[in-house]
């Protein structure tokens, strides 16, 4: 069991599951509707907690009833909340989602008002103990702070960036990080149409870390600090139930083998084989665990 701290974003995801998509300026009726805890570094840690590791979620709540009920979720499946910093007004993040039951394809309207977790509150965390940090690629000024301090002061700490949207100067974080987990939309925003282009010009340009990107149904793409590149099938379950935080369980895949000791071509595999489990599945709950426990 290794100690994780995640710092990134818990989100109210309120779901709607629709038979299929609608046309814009359509009125239909949903088929499922659910209120879930969310957000990428908060499903990561659920998951990793599954995976038998002790985490901590630092980020930012509103001391309100939204707030205490993604506090209660996480403390729930075991993820500890006493890093997060609660604020008095607000809203917590919200992301009105409609899941398609015909494809499994999630849509994400996110609605955001609230301060980011700051390099202050990081720097007043007891990190001594902790195995892992892993990031969210959000608030780069401050991550660059949270980076550089933990560096300092804990350079035996592994470090993983994950890169979903492009925020300006996310790429200032690159040289930072040891594990770098892009997305799709990261690549697609880019101009790059295949994975490995991707990973291949980040390698030139920052060679010190193992990089990771995943390509929806068509699975994922490692390239290690060698130079070494794998291309890894999706792991497709019979039915595609619910593909919201696939990338954020694959990062907890990724993260899990490396402190499993995988090298990394075996770490990509599992860690598809972990999202594509997610993806049969609604939520977050009873993920298949064999093929993380010891190296
Ligand atoms: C899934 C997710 C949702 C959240 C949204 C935030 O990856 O974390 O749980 O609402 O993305 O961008």
């Not at 994922?220 to 291309?231: I, P, Q």
Request: aromatic share 8%; charged share 20%; net charge negative.
């Amino acid at each position: 069991m290794a100690k994780i701290l995640g710092i990134g974003n818990a989100t109210l995801d309120i779901i709607l599951t629709v038979a299929s998509y609608p046309r814009e300026d359509d009125e239909v009726r949903c088929i499922d509707r659910a209120i879930r805890r969310g957000g990428n570094a908060a499903n990561t840690l659920v998951v990793l907690g599954q995976l038998g590791h002790a985490c901590s979620w630092a980020g930012v709540l509103v001391d309100n009833a939204d707030g205490r009920f993604i506090q209660d979720d996480l403390e729930t499946h075991g993820v500890n909340t006493r890093s997060c910093r609660l604020v008095e007004t607000g809203s917590v993040p919200v992301s009105s989602i409609l899941l398609n039951a015909g494809t499994g394809s999630r849509t994400i309207v996110h609605y955001r008002d609230l301060p980011e977790y700051s390099f202050a509150d990081f720097r007043s965390l007891v990190l001594r103990s902790m195995d892992w940090l892993h990031f969210e690629g959000r608030n780069v000024e401050a991550l660059q702070a949270m980076f550089h301090w933990s560096r300092e002061h804990y350079p035996s700490i592994p470090r993983s960036l994950e890169i979903e949207k492009p925020h300006p100067g996310i790429e200032g974080l690159f040289s930072l990080a040891d594990i770098l987990l892009f997305s799709k939309t990261y690549a697609g925003s880019r101009g790059y149409a295949d994975p490995v282009e991707l990973l291949q010009s980040v390698h030139r340009h920052y060679p010190g870390a193992d990089l990771f990107c995943t390509w929806g149904e068509n699975g994922a793409v490692s390239l290690d600090r060698g130079g070494r590149s794998t291309r890894q099938a999706a792991s497709i379950p019979p039915r595609l139930v619910d593909t919201l935080g696939a990338g954020d369980t694959f990062n907890a895949g990724v993260i899990a083998g490396y402190l499993a000791q995988r090298d990394t071509a075996t770490v990509l595999r599992q860690a598809c084989a972990l999202a594509g489990e997610k993806c049969g599945r609604s939520g977050f709950d009873d993920l298949a665990l064999s093929g993380f426990s010891g190296p």
